[in-house]
């Protein structure tokens, strides 16, 4: 028979024996609550999930590198994750077509959340009314491509980690650390595309892209922009919008114009060679990310990178200069 001191373990042992229990504890957690399905829309969307959300969320994000939103059918497996999903995470503003009016009624039967439209609430209350450019023939569509505005899509941290936090309430604390950190990035990545946008000599301020994804960019980062074929993708460029781009690059001397990545190249090359029979070279400015991210390893993988290579892009191009971030 043992004596009490036999089987008194040491003080390490103690300690020891607490860490497997409440390692024990936390794992019998962790099987119970399994990371809560998401999915986003838009790969914008879905890094903003994962980050907030971390090892607490498992995000599937629809549209991957190349995908145009604007055309987007939902596949058959679509329909198995939305109904799995314990949040829906889409853009809204039109930008997801057909699909966003169905979420949109979706809306009523399980936590959906339209994250630029939540970001536009919130920055009108915070007293950034007219946070929403509004477009199209009778000026009242709203422009979904908040996202080009890094200030801007600052909004959507709020609303997004809130939902979340909705959905995990033990998560909550951990979501709201990583919001705060998240902000911070994004207010310097602003500051510095702000910057390095302004080193391009001021009349070769104009940035020339197929459709019109860079209004916001535009606006917040102030260089000209002109897109030949409107909002969303589904209007063709005429005879006239491709005139009319050529004849602006030529007056002000820009040395280049910019494909997206998930547009057909070929009205660009149309304003080139309108230009050329003007006698005005255009070079090509590189591919810009306007409606989906790039490939996940590559420098446009995510929001920030997508962001940050684009106004490399853009500056490099129209002979400006960027400095490395801070
Ligand atoms: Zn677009």
């Known amino acids: 028979m043992r004596t009490w001191r036999q089987i008194r373990p040491g003080l390490l042992g103690l300690a020891l024996l607490g860490v497997v229990v409440s390692a024990a504890a936390v794992d ?9 399905e998401v999915v986003a829309t838009t790969g914008m969307i879905g890094d903003l999930a994962e980050r907030l959300g971390g090892e607490c969320f498992a995000v ?5 590198p190349g995908v145009d939103p604007h055309q987007y059918r939902p596949a058959a497996q679509d329909v198995g994750r939305f109904q799995r999903a314990e949040l829906i995470l889409y853009n809204g503003f039109g930008l997801e077509g057909q699909l966003g009016s169905v979420l949109g009624r979706l809306g009523s039967m399980m936590p959906t959340l339209a994250v630029a439209e939540e970001a536009a609430e919130a920055a009108n209350s915070a007293g950034h009314a007219g946070a929403v450019i509004r477009a199209g023939d009778e000026g009242s569509a709203p422009d979904p491509h908040l996202w080009m505005d890094v200030g ?3 909004s959507a941290i709020d609303p997004v980690a809130s939902q979340l936090g909705a959905v995990r309430p033990d998560c909550r604390d951990a979501i709201a650390t990583r919001a705060a950190v998240l902000e911070q990035r994004f207010s310097a990545l602003d500051q510095w595309i702000r910057q390095a946008v302004r080193s391009i000599p001021e009349p070769r301020r104009v940035l020339v892209t197929a459709h019109d994804a860079f209004a916001y960019y535009g606006r917040a ?3 000209d922009v002109r897109g030949i074929q409107g909002v969303s993708t589904t209007a063709e460029a005429g005879v006239a919008d491709i005139r009319d781009t050529a004849a602006l690059l030529v007056e002000r001397d820009v040395p280049a114009i910019f494909i997206e990545s998930t547009i ?4 660009v090359q149309a304003v080139r060679s309108a230009a050329a029979s003007d006698g005005h070279e255009i070079a090509l400015g590189g591919r810009l990310y306007g409606d989906a991210l790039g490939e996940a390893d590559g420098p446009a993988g995510d929001y920030l990178g997508m962001m940050r290579t684009n106004t490399r892009r853009i500056v490099e191009a129209l002979g400006g200069r960027v ?3 801070g």
Do not use: F, S
């Not at 019998?28 to 809560?36: D, I, L, M, T, V």
């Not at 599937?60 to 991957?64: I, P």
């Open 264 to 267: 057909n190249p070929r009205t």
């Open 221 to 223: 980062y102030a260089i």
């Open 152 to 154: 801007l899509w600052r």
């Open 28 to 36: 019998g957690q962790a099987a119970e609550r399994r990371p809560a």
């Open 323 to 325: 400095v490395d971030e």
């Open 60 to 64: 599937h994000t629809l549209m991957g």
